[in-house]
């Protein structure tokens, strides 16, 4: 496939971490919350074999955060996810869908509490900080919304335990997956979280004071040495085969969280109060209509830049293909796929046209087994 | 300067115009509002002289459109701009600055007045759909926000005219700036604004019907020929000579449009009803501390991919710099800079590092002259 370059400018912020990451090889972006994002660092493959057996650190300072603090800050913050946080707790990290009052998806973030009147919403790609401004300002919330200066580095991958360990001492191996707490490094805190784009475990440094983060990141390689430590990026081959859905690729605002398999992070049942509420009953009652679904097909490579057409065996379109890729696990092409009612049963044949060429594949549950 | 690919995807969308665009030669690409923005084909200083003497077709449909309908459509817009719509007129566009309750801008958008009761904002790179909505919902106004599926095509250059009357017919030529009406090719009626991301003059084809729309791509690249229509995209050069700022390069929310020269569009003085009203007046009453302005430095070539410190000549930091050229009309190095009180004035003497050497320039008024 053709490449092009990244032109870039103020407006596509660097990171902290930039000049670093160009020195290691990096060799292609993408664009995150108006910020490079590392997108490879030559062969996706190689990168993805690395992961799964060793440590990667990664520049993921694209995953900005938006803190909301002051008294009306867990009303608000309630009010925009149709998960129940009403039992949440200081220390716990939260996935939860953002949803406006249609129920349409507008952010996937991880929620930080990091008090009952302060939280941070680690987010994909959308300026969710514009949608709780709006919202604040409309409903005259007492709460303060703005974009701190964090810059996150996510240690991922089987040996990552190790590697933390051996630079924040053994009390991080206490952290529980989806905690956080603060390390010290050198004397200077950082708040540290169990979590990571990946399914390989890991960490993930939300970077406050840049220039310890920038030694940290440097000392994460030294230490790492023995561990064959390497820079990365999330791999879409790894996170596609962990079935990890990824905002704006596999949904946007025109899917609501009940077609994305979130129902478990949908709670309607609840006396907790959040828009798009109604709306989603509505939906449920009567049944959703299109559903996020996994899709096998006996392709050796794939490449996709926008939704590709899923046709059944009689050519009708009964879906459209969303992230995709090959597989060295499954040894077939596998990928995220929004599949219309009621063509979505599992082991469903599909027909897809990959460079004017008709593959037959399957529909499948997700996660991939 | 190394470069680096672009990694795509469906989170960055495509255009209508993309596989046309990589036919002809585009070389790199940056993003805009989650989609693909050709920045340049080839040589961006041979794309300027083109610009400036012929005719350029541009794919700007990472432009997109953020549709406000309804009752309360004109309230709403209205809270959003510090410019006084109060007056405004169907058929018109104008220029708006979009701020947040502390004046801050949001985005800088073009606002089409379809109707008494439809709005179209032409935006720049921020996510003003989301600001709008979660103003809605907690206005509980009555209205319909959503993306239309419109892709612009920006037909610019001083021969844009000629082409235009040749594909469209006189009655376009009695267009005036910033007027839009409807036109017709092949029986399709395409909403068609007098304007465009260049000062070179044109015009913008608000193409809604996606076939009409590449067919009438390839028209004006079969019907040009004449005037040596060239593929193209905003240019930075020429944008810079032009003084058309950047939002998310040379401001962003934590400036507000008095800082930024866009006294003629803040109506504190109005009957209006706008967010920020208030903070900008005490903003205004207690003067500026920083303002946008340009500079002109003696270097031969320049990069700017973040802020670049300026001191003045006892290397006190005076402000930052935010984007800049080489300017072949001007011979040496122009940018736009936010410079703090009291060294803004005409003719300051400023020094900026660029490659590890030391450069000398001056403060100058923007526009250029």
Known sequence: ????????????????????????????????????????????????????????????????????????????????TCRDLSKSKEGRCYYCPIIDDKGGIINDPVVLKLGEERWWLSIADSDVLLYAKGLAIGKKFEVKIFEPDVNIIAVQGPKSFKLMEKVFGQKITELKFFGFDYYDFKGTKHLIAQSGWSKQGGYEIYVENTKSGQD?????????????VKPGCPNLIERIESALLSYGNDMDINDNPLECGFDKYVSLDSEIDFLGKEELKKIRSEGIKKKLKGIKIDAKEISVTRSLKIMDENN????????????????????????????????????????????????????FI
């Open 1 to 80: 496939m053709k490449t092009f370059s990244i032109a870039k400018s103020r407006r596509i912020r660097s990171t902290p971490y930039t000049s670093r990451i160009e020195k290691q090889g990096v060799t292609a972006y993408t664009t995150y919350n108006h910020m490079l994002l590392p997108a490879a660092f030559g062969s996706l493959e190689d990168s993805y074999h690395h992961l799964k057996k060793s440590v990667q650190v990664w520049d993921v300072a694209g995953e900005r955060q938006v803190e909301i603090s002051g008294k009306d800050s867990a009303k608000l913050v309630q009010l925009m």
């Open 316 to 367: 009708t379109i009964i879906g459209e293909l969303r992230s995709a890729c090959y597989s060295p696990h499954f040894k077939q092409v596998i990928g995220i796929a929004m599949i219309n009612k009621p063509y979505w049963e599992d082991k469903q044949t599909v027909k897809i046209d990959i460079n004017d060429q008709t593959f037959e594949g399957k529909v499948c549950d997700l996660p």
């Open 216 to 228: 940290l990141y440097d000392t994460l390689f030294e230490d790492g040495k023995e561990f064959d």
